[in-house]
């Protein structure tokens, strides 16, 4: 296995080094593997792509396949990135939360961005499909997408240009374009690439609002370079291109929080994570106090054992899972003292609700050979994208939560 990493033309010079080097080496399943792009749009609610701020977008619905997608319970970003690429709910994956404890590993919390996350068994309940393409011999290739920077079952993508902060979306196009100007037998055969602009700005600013808008033009823009730069090589039509979200947004007016470690004392309990959603665990000895003051009724939010989080969200079984788990009403949050204390308790948009909300649908769209034109589907559950991609993509899939069934209306006949 090589892990190369590349940006932009720099990168290019490097690559194209590197492919002379290894020239004669290629895995055998390469050479006739079709090309599969997936793009992650972070934070891309389904009903935007009727603002019309997405022409390249739209035009790709029109002429391919298009759904609403409901994301899966807790409707935050690296759940959902992982069940997209496992097929699995976050239950049943492991990465339960952007933020996670599990003392089997160690003390140390897993966040976003902690050195920490990098620990394998964070990420090892499920095997993501890059890690199966890699097995089978085949190509990848990622761009910032949740997990590609992180070694599971001892892979990486073959080309990697990891996740950084706040990378424009102009510089997505350029990277995915040139692995794809390799000779082919070094060439990808799938890239998995991610967007980030239009959930930053739906949580700084909302989702109404014209820095929303304005990211959904640019996102736009950089998706149009792609298929651009598609076309000039002739790879546009023997391409499969899937883009997707993980989830929606909704509006959380700032008045509208609570603060969760004043209603749970520290000497009661320890807050684990929070947001549109928090997770509790009472300290040893404490249960019955915090069980009082988290399972009586509340205004906004409603609050459960684990064991009792309403199946309807596929939620509690996993060890990772705190104690309590409290679910607040759209629009509603939670925020921790620190938070009050530093002024960060504004944010204008939010998700993490109920994945049965309309504002957490997630964009689908799917264009290529492999499917129909000019499709529109029913809503779908998200865990039903994995063995859609293991089939495009010739790939045996895991086991997993999806119905294999649900997307064979978007498949070419």
Request: charged residues 20%; proline residues 9%.
């Amino acid at each position: 296995m090589i892990v190369t990493k590349t940006w932009s033309g720099a990168g290019l010079i490097r690559t194209a080094l590197i492919a002379i080097l290894f020239l004669s080496w290629a895995p055998v399943a390469q050479a006739t593997a079709p090309l599969t792009i997936v793009i992650s749009i972070d934070g891309f609610r389904a009903d935007y792509l009727k603002r019309g701020q997405t022409p390249v977008l739209a035009a790709l619905a029109k002429t391919g396949v298009s759904a609403a997608m409901r994301p899966s319970f807790p409707s935050l970003t690296f759940p959902n990135h992982y069940t997209l690429v496992t097929g699995l709910r976050p239950d049943h994956h492991g990465v339960v939360d952007n933020l996670m404890f599990d003392l089997r590993i160690g003390a140390d919390k897993f966040t976003m961005t902690a050195k920490t996350s990098e620990d394998p068994r964070w990420w090892e309940g499920a095997k993501p499909l890059w890690v199966s393409a890699e097995e089978a011999g085949r190509i990848t290739a990622a761009s910032g997408f949740v997990g590609t920077d992180k070694s599971i079952f001892g892979y990486r993508p073959h080309y990697l240009d990891p996740w950084r902060d706040k990378r424009p979306a102009e510089d997505v196009a350029p990277v995915a374009l040139n692995w794809l100007d390799l000779p082919i037998n070094l060439r990808p055969s799938m890239e998995f690439l991610y967007f980030y602009e239009i959930d930053h700005e739906g949580h700084e600013h909302g989702p109404d609002s014209p820095e929303l808008n304005a990211a959904l033009r640019k996102v736009d823009a950089a998706v149009g370079t792609l298929v651009k730069g598609l076309k000039k090589r002739r790879l546009y039509d023997k391409t499969d291109i899937v883009i997707v979200a993980d989830h929606g947004m909704t509006s959380t007016p700032k008045d509208q929080f609570t603060v969760i470690d004043w209603l749970v004392p520290s000497g009661e309990g320890v807050v684990r994570t929070w947001g549109s959603g928090a997770g509790i665990d009472a300290l040893p000895g404490h249960e019955t106090v915090v069980a009082a003051i988290l399972l009586q009724p509340h205004e906004h939010f409603h609050c459960w054992r684990k064991s009792e989080i309403p199946p309807a969200l596929h939620y509690g079984s996993n060890a990772r899972v705190p104690q309590f788990y409290c679910l607040n009403d759209p629009g509603w949050r939670f925020a921790v003292a620190d938070d009050i204390a530093q002024k960060k308790k504004e944010m204008p948009g939010s998700h993490g609700y109920d994945p049965a909300l309309p504002d957490m649908q997630a964009l689908f769209l799917a264009h290529g050979p492999a499917f129909r034109r000019g499709t529109t589907l029913p809503v779908f559950d998200n865990v039903d994208v994995y063995p859609m991609l293991a089939r495009i993509t010739g790939l045996t899939p895991e086991p997993n939560d999806g119905n294999p069934a649900t997307l064979i209306p978007a498949l070419s006949p």
